[in-house]
Structures are given as structure tokens and as C-alpha cells.
């Protein structure tokens, strides 16, 4: 590969991160301007877990056909068709006047985004060597913390200064300004089946261990994250007496922490393998670490500083994020780059699914005075279960070949 392709390709891993860091901005703005938005709609916690939970279900929903969709259609054409529908129904929420609204945009917004899950894979499996993946993967897995990261800080300044639906309209914009510049960009493809449009056998993924495998995992994992996306702020509020003002900064401080994660999620089993291990025992010890790394969350009921609650849950975040970017990791191990689209689409989909379940606890176990213990008690132990599921259902990862890639699915039943 020239010098120019070799590089070219490390701009595709910049637009996946600025799509995925846009994504996630898109969908945080609503919890950030949740008491902005209270206080002019009379929201309770229960319409605003309602509202999340549609963007869940909308979402999940939509897994099941993203993943077939981008490796049906092709990554360059879906890709940007999903960043252009979910930046037009982010923007659409500053036109909502009341939670029917609210909750339309998010259906559609939640729809749209599941593309890029998906999408994210799939191009560190078609642009990237089994060398190079991970590393790809861990820096495009910090835009979501990223993103977490610019929306606390931005998104306050943006609604005192222009009012709330500026900040929605501006989150928009910038999706589709991004959607020009990734159809100016060509680049050629590692995995020559990776780009072409393929037909997908589900009954054949349904039937692999890997899959159920993969799916389990992020059910354990993804409702711990999404639980965090959607009440932190709230969290923090509530323990600290924190106002919309000030609730930003150890959210973002939180975040940091989080993309951290992410880059070494990449780094870590990318060294393991460099000095001999097997792909088998790296990206397991790997996830192993990062399963203990999260043990410690529920003390930060414990702590009488919003920085101290921020460096446990920080701490949480960098453990699930490096945890996550494995578990994509693990995809690319042992899928081939056609098919990698659908398999992560069938296992997100499971995981935004479950996520429901701990987002509408969570407004349960507030309203009847529980507070946060139960719900971080059950992020503290996800990890290590998600990783047994693993070590069960898939006792030894062994690679996709390269020279297998594009030939068809190895499955192992």
C-alpha cells in the first residue's frame, strides 16, 4: 500500500470520529437541558425516562436493520445517508413544543444514529489490517467521550447565550457539513469485500456462539453506558446540589476519563500482541482489567465532593470504554469485514434494547426514594459477568484470516 493510501486512511478513522462525536453531542443535548426544559414544559422524571427510553427503543429497533443496511448498500453510501437523517431530526427538536415532540425527534433521532455503531466497525475492518484494528478502533471509540466531553461545556454556554434550540440547530449543521466532506474523500479499502454491497445470511449469524456471545456482552455493558449518558448529570445534581450552570464541568472532567478508555482500550491488547500474545489471551486480559477497573463505581455514594463522585465515575467510564472498544475488537477477530456490519447491528440492538430496563429503573427507583445505589450496584458487577458470558460461549478467540476475508462466514457452531 503507497505511502499517500496508508495515510488517506487514517483521515477515514477522523470523519468516523467526528461523526460518532457528533452523534453522541445530538443526543446528549437533551439530558444536559433537562432543567432548562423541565421548567418550561413541567416535565416530570418519568416523561423524561419516557422520552429516553423511546430514543432507546427507536433505536434498537433500528440495529436490526442498520447493520444489514450498510453492509447491504455499502459503508461510503450509508453512512452518509444515516449522519444526514439524524442531523436533520436533531435539529427537528428545536421546533418540538411539548413532549409529543420531543419524543418524535427522538424516535427518529434514535433511528438514524444506530447507523453508526455499526458503520464505525466496519470501517476499521474494510481500511485496517488485523495489526492496525485496534488501535483504529480505540480512537474512533473515544469520539462518543468526546462528544460527552464538548456537550457539557458548549451546550449551557450555547442556550444562555442563543437560547436552548440554537444549540440543536447547531449540532445539526454540523452533521450535514460533515456528510459533504465524506463524500469528497477516497480511499482504498484493506478488505476488498468490505465496501461491496453482500447479502447477509442472519439465520447463519443467529446460529453462531460468537454472536450470542458478542450480543450478551454489550447487553451487560451498553445499559451501564447508556444509564450514564442519560441520568449523570442528574446524578450529579441530585448529590451535590449542582445547577445547570456549574452540573457541566465534573460531567466533562468524567468524560475525559472515559476517552482515556478508549485509547487505551486500543493501545493495550495492540502491545500485548506486539510482544507474542495470542489474539485469544490479549483481548481477554484486556478485558479482564477493564472488568475489574469498574468494581469501585458504587462508592461514589460514599464521597461528599461532585470531584471526587467524578474521578469514581470517571474511573467507571475509562473501564467501560476500554471494555467496549474491545468487545469491538472481538468482532473484528472473528467476523469477516462483509458480514461485521450485521453482527455488531444484531448485538447493538440487544443492548440499546435491554438499556430500557435500566433507564425506566432508574426513574422508578428515585421515585420510590431508592436513589442511585441499586442501579450503580449493577453497573459495578456488569462487566465481569459480560466477560464469562465470553469466556463460555467462545473459549478461544481464533482470528478471521485475512485470505478468508470476503470468502464467506466460519462459523462455529
Known amino acids: 500500500m503507497s505511502g499517500k493510501s496508508g495515510a488517506t486512511r487514517w483521515v477515514i478513522v477522523a470523519m468516523v470520529f467526528f461523526a460518532i462525536m457528533l452523534n453522541y453531542v445530538d443526543r446528549q443535548i437533551l439530558a444536559l437541558l433537562k432543567p432548562t426544559l423541565e421548567a418550561e414544559y413541567h416535565w416530570s422524571d418519568q416523561d423524561y425516562a419516557n422520552m429516553v427510553s423511546a430514543f432507546q427503543f427507536s ?10 443496511f450498510i453492509d447491504r448498500v455499502g459503508l461510503r453510501l450509508g453512512f452518509a445517508i444515516g449522519v444526514a437523517v439524524w442531523s436533520i431530526a436533531g435539529m427537528a427538536h428545536a421546533f418540538a413544543t411539548g413532549v409529543i415532540g420531543f419524543v418524535a425527534a427522538r424516535v427518529v433521532l434514535g433511528a438514524a444514529e444506530s447507523i453508526g455503531t455499526p458503520a464505525a466497525v466496519k470501517s476499521a475492518a474494510t481500511y485496517f489490517s488485523q495489526k492496525e484494528r485496534s488501535i483504529a478502533l480505540g480512537i474512533g471509540n473515544t469520539a462518543p467521550n468526546i462528544g460527552a466531553i464538548v456537550t457539557p461545556l458548549a451546550i449551557p454556554a450555547l442556550a444562555v447565550a442563543f437560547g436552548w434550540r440554537a444549540a440543536f440547530l447547531i449540532a445539526g449543521g454540523l452533521g450535514l457539513v460533515w456528510v459533504a466532506v465524506w463524500f469528497a474523500i477516497r480511499v482504498q479499502p484493506v478488505a476488498a469485500d468490505g ?23 454489550k447487553v451487560l455493558s451498553d445499559q451501564v453506558w447508556f444509564f450514564m449518558l442519560s441520568w449523570l448529570p442528574d446524578l450529579f445534581h ?33 502491545r500485548m500482541m506486539a510482544h507474542g500474545w495470542s489474539v485469544n489471551r490479549a483481548r481477554k486480559t484486556t478485558l479482564l482489567i477493564y472488568a475489574v477497573l469498574i468494581l469501585p463505581v458504587s462508592l461514589v455514594l460514599l464521597v461528599s465532593s461532585p470531584w471526587s463522585a467524578a474521578l469514581l465515575l470517571g474511573l467507571g467510564l475509562f473501564a467501560h470504554q476500554g471494555f467496549s472498544t474491545n468487545l469491538f475488537g472481538f468482532a473484528t477477530d472473528v467476523f469477516p469485514a462483509r458480514i461485521v456490519g450485521s453482527a455488531v447491528g444484531m448485538a447493538a440492538f440487544c443492548g440499546n434494547m435491554w438499556s430500557i430496563g435500566l433507564i425506566q429503573l432508574a426513574a422508578y427507583s428515585l421515585s420510590q426514594g431508592w436513589g442511585y445505589g441499586p442501579l450503580l450496584a449493577i453497573c459495578s458487577g456488569s462487566y465481569l459477568l459480560a466477560l464469562l458470558c465470553i469466556q463460555l460461549l467462545v ?10 476475508r470476503g470468502s464467506g462466514l466460519a462459523m462455529a457452531h
Open 59 to 68: 433505536a434498537a429497533v433500528a440495529f436490526l436493520g442498520t447493520g444489514w
Open 195 to 217: 465496501e461491496q454491497p453482500t447479502p447477509i445470511a442472519w439465520t447463519d449469524l443467529l446460529k453462531d456462539r460468537k454472536t450470542i456471545a458478542l450480543a450478551v456482552a
Open 238 to 270: 441530585r448529590l451535590f446540589g449542582l445547577p445547570q450552570g456549574t452540573v457541566g464541568l465534573p460531567v466533562a472532567l468524567v468524560y475525559v476519563f472515559a476517552a482515556l478508555g478508549a485509547l487505551t482500550g486500543g493501545w493495550l491488547p495492540t
Open 395 to 404: 473459549p478461544v478467540i481464533v482470528p478471521v484470516e485475512e485470505s478468508e
